[in-house]
């Protein structure tokens, strides 16, 4: 026979064609055993026949159906996919071989040496011929692509079959004949594959009729692979055909495949929506604590915010005594929560970029920036309400000062003009004598002396009122009624006085005699006993100090007072000597005294009796001084203490924040070192909070004691705190960086010399050790690494490392992008391909082939959101993957 397609063939590849070569050569003496024969038959009709039933066809008789090369045409475009030459329907022998040589034409076109088979002995029905053809197509399209661990074909295909088999008993597949005599092989791929078609411990090694019929039955009801074997035929050879047991098993191979293809497709679409469902948990996480966070700052600052003023210092004290509840108690969770924020918003946008998807984008109002504008608000808040507590303190200690003053003061001068205007309107000098008289005259003298060093009591009353009224006092209107009718009552007074002096002095005129000690004695004894008043009212003056030199201004003061008190001993002696000598003169001469002094109400009794009353106040001024000298010598030491408290802790809370500064930048070792180091610092850092507690003690101790300045330190409270929450707000920060380097280590496949690499070519450009570089400082680590940069590139890089457009590039910015530029990623083009898999390549997919192939949470996820197919090839329940798929990552909305 003539090797019709041998000049075909010149440029097939070497191992395939050998492969070939090996297979064609076709054992004439073997395919005369009937027993073979018939095998060879039956399988190869029933191969042809799985793919024919495609067209619409079958053959009956394999020679004799393929006689005239239409059905063979039909068979390879099934088989290949691809299209022949249109066939000769003429039937004709000539029509005929064309049409032969055509299917050969195209088999010799795959690569595949035909060895003594043309298209005369095709057309002639000879067997041997025919059954060498299809076992040649059969080689070249079902077995010649099976590849398993570099091996390929006969040999690849009887790999696979005993990697599948090798964990059941009684099977040791070792070639494609005797090792399938029993059957066992058969069922043993069919359960690896679909355990629940098969119970293979059922199954006797010495029962091969039934176990071959059970493979077969169940292959052909649950898989589609026909039967193309006969259990007799099998079970009385000696030694099955070796080319119908390879065409049988590779239709289990390429049964198999699909499904294994699916199970990866299965497990990459798992892989992403785990990804997905965790981030959208973040998310959500995020959401509810930025929406807490927001809430409970925006019910706590109308509170800071409220200036409803109180009416005593007991009052705002307890205010101050809530806000410092607050501080100590209420906004510390709210510090920590707040630093969580910051770090799940950063492990979020990590895992974000590390999954290649798009990054966070928190609700409106809800952005790291937005808490933080809320935050400061709050604390701005704080500072005007604490500030707002210590200003209404010192103002109601004012008005309760002030207040007191004023009562004491308007009791005091109500006392002395009670009775003044009955006095001043009373009509005694029409009916007296000269002398009396003149005694009336002198009286009213002594009396505008008197109303006129009464003249600034009134003035300071007026003042005082004046005063609570601009502190806004609470009981203001009383105030204003009682000094309105003083100086209503002191104009009535000076009115009165006035018409009183004219009437008595044109009575003067008619009186010459006048008692002379009597006037001097009402002359020096008015200013005196004005003088002991007040004297009195002075010993009785509250006061208010702050510091210890104030209280020693008063203590000077009342000294120098003291010392003026034997000078007015002796005015006092010199006022009773003026009585006396009034009471010898009468007692030498015989007089009669008509009464008191008739020029003033001032007895010597009164004089003596203020005087005592004055000294016994000396005492007790001395001790109040002394007292409150004690006070403030006290207050000093808390000052001294908290100072001391606050400079040691200013100083540690200064250093740390330097020492944690170089740490980040400075880092080495490994990062699980670096993790472990950090937190072992933050915690040395924590085991400082008995300090912190300890200074709030003294603060609390300085605010109790109403102490409003400290000469010895520049710390405040609030400064302190502010420092310390940054201290601890930095560790944590610094620690959930180094958090973020080793998921993107880990999910990026960086190793630990890459880490230190990057590290130290960025510390090498980070030219102010700050953590952070300039735009050209980053340009020029860039081109050090080898990457020779545009513009535009530099500018695309700049985008993706610095999305906010500060101008600075972070150390956590650098390693994502080298790693995202070194390393693959899953992209939506390949889980598109994953779920046209699972989609058995159609362009939609239905539920339930979403629920056959995924775990059933991650299949309801796919259908919840998964839109409806509106291509031309819908089907009702069809759902878009595309779409989906994309939406993944960003390239549309979900």
């Given amino acids: 026979m003539v090797d019709y397609h041998a000049a075909n063939n010149q440029s097939s590849a070497g191992g395939v064609q050998t492969y070939m070569e090996q297979e064609n050569d076709w054992d004439r003496d073997l395919l005369l055993d009937p027993a073979w024969e018939k095998q060879q038959r039956k399988t190869f009709t029933a191969w042809c026949n799985s793919h024919l039933r495609k067209a619409g066809t079958q053959i009956e008789n394999i020679e004799e159906d393929f006689r005239d090369g239409l059905k063979l045409m039909l068979l390879l475009e099934v088989i290949s996919g691809e299209r022949l030459p249109k066939p000769e329907r003429g039937k004709m022998r000539v029509h005929k071989i064309n049409n032969v040589n055509k299917a050969l034409d195209f088999i010799a076109s795959k690569g595949v040496k035909l060895v003594s088979i043309g298209a005369e002995e095709i057309v002639d029905g000879n067997a041997k011929m025919t059954l060498g053809m299809i076992w040649t197509i059969i080689l070249r399209f079902a077995i010649q692509d099976i590849s398993v661990e570099e091996t390929s074909a006969k040999e690849g295909l009887l790999l696979w079959c005993q990697r ?21 092989a058969f069922n043993a791929l069919i359960h690896r594959h679909r355990p629940d078609l098969i119970d293979y411990d059922s199954l006797r090694k010495d029962d091969p009729v039934t176990n071959l019929n059970n493979a077969f039955e169940v292959a052909e009801k649950h898989l589609d692979i026909p039967k193309m ?13 070796e080319k119908a047991i390879m065409t049988y098993v590779s239709s289990f191979y390429h049964a198999f495949s699909g499904a294994q293809k699916a199970e990866t497709a299965a497990n990459r679409i798992c892989k992403v929506l785990a990804v997905n469902q965790e981030n959208e948990q973040m998310m959500e996480d995020y959401e509810k604590l930025a929406s807490d966070l927001l809430e409970w700052i925006r019910r706590t600052i109308p509170w800071l915010e409220n200036r409803t003023q109180e009416k005593t210092v007991n009052d705002m004290q307890a205010k101050q005594e809530d806000f410092r509840d607050y501080r100590c108690v209420h906004k510390p969770p709210k510090v920590q929560e707040k630093c969580q924020l910051e770090i799940s918003f950063n492990t979020l946008q990590t895992k974000l970029r590390l999954s290649n998807r798009p990054a966070f984008m928190p609700s409106e109002g809800r952005m790291v920036s937005d808490i933080n504008g809320a935050w400061h608000t709050l604390e701005g808040a704080e500072k005007g309400y604490e500030e707002w507590i210590l200003s209404e303190i010192r103002r109601l200690e004012r008005l309760e000062h002030l207040a007191e003053k004023f009562h004491q003061k308007a009791a005091i001068h109500e006392s002395w003009t009670d009775g003044k205007e009955a006095m001043l309107t009373q009509k005694d000098y029409e009916t007296s004598t000269l002398s009396e008289v003149k005694a009336l005259l002198r009286k009213h003298e002594a009396f505008e002396s008197d109303l006129a060093a009464h003249q600034d009591r009134v003035e300071q009353i007026a003042a005082i009122a004046q ?46 005699s006048i008692d002379e000690l009597y006037l001097e004695y009402a002359k020096r004894a008015a200013p005196f006993n004005n003088w002991m008043e007040g004297a009195m009212e002075d010993l009785q003056d509250m006061f208010i100090v702050h510091n210890i030199e104030e209280i020693q201004g008063l203590i000077t003061a009342h000294e120098q007072f003291k010392s003026t008190l034997s000078e007015a001993n002796k005015e006092r002696e010199a006022i009773q000597s003026i009585q006396a000598e009034v009471q010898k003169i009468a007692q030498s001469n015989g007089i009669k005294l008509s009464g008191a002094n008739p020029y003033t109400t001032i007895t010597p009794e009164s ?25 403030q010598n006290s207050n000093d030491t808390l000052r001294a203490k908290f100072a001391t408290q606050a400079n040691a802790v200013g100083a540690y809370i200064q250093d740390k924040m330097e020492e944690i500064g170089r740490i980040s930048i400075e880092m080495n070792g490994t990062l699980e070192d670096q993790l472990t180091n950090l937190k072992e610092y933050q915690t040395n850092i924590m085991s400082y909070m008995p300090e912190i507690n300890k200074l709030e003690g003294f603060h609390q101790l300085i605010q109790e004691a109403l102490i409003f300045d400290n000469q010895y330190t520049s710390y405040t409270m609030e400064h302190l705190r502010v420092g310390w929450e940054q201290l601890l707000t930095t560790i944590a920060r610094t620690i959930n960086e180094v958090e973020n380097q080793i998921l993107t280590r880990d999910a990026k496949g960086i190793s630990q010399e890459q880490l230190y690499e990057y590290r130290a070519s960025f510390n090498h450009f980070d030219k102010k050790r700050s953590g952070q570089m300039v735009s050209d400082d980053f340009r020029a680590l860039l081109i050090s690494t080898g990457n020779s940069l545009g513009d535009s590139e530099f500018a695309r890089i700049m985008g993706i490392v610095d999305p906010n457009g500060s101008g600075a590039v972070t150390f956590q910015a650098f390693i994502d992008f080298m790693s995202t530029e070194t390393t693959d990623t899953d992209t939506a083009d390949q889980v598109i391909a994953s779920f046209k898999i699972l989609a058995a390549d159609k362009n939609y997919i239905t539920a339930e082939e979403l629920r056959r192939e995924l775990p059933p949470d991650q299949a309801e996820y796919c259908i919840a959101r998964m839109a ?22 960003g390239e549309s909305d979900l």
């Avoid at 074997?229 to 055909?241: G, H, K, S, Y």
């Avoid at 003596?608 to 001395?622: C, I, N, T």
């Fill in 607 to 631: 004089i003596d009796s203020k005087w005592e009353k004055a000294m016994a106040m000396v005492p007790l001024r001395d001790n109040a001084l002394q007292e409150e000298l004690n006070k």
């Fill in 868 to 889: 409806p197919y509106a291509g031309p090839d819908a089907v009702p329940g069809a759902l878009d993957y595309m779409s989906f798929s994309t939406a993944l990552y």
């Fill in 467 to 512: 005063e609570l009224n601009e502190l806004d006092y609470y009981d203001s209107a009383s105030v204003n009624a009682r000094c309105q009718k003083i100086c209503d009552q002191w104009d009535v007074l000076g009115a009165l006085t006035q018409s009183r002096k004219e009437s008595l002095e044109r009575t003067e005129k008619q009186l010459e």
């Fill in 164 to 184: 599948k088999t090798a964990p059941y008993k009684n099977v040791n597949v070792q070639n494609f004949h005797i090792s399938w005599k029993d059957g066992l």
């Fill in 229 to 241: 074997l006969d259990a007799e035929d099998i079970v009385n050879t000696a030694r099955p055909d």
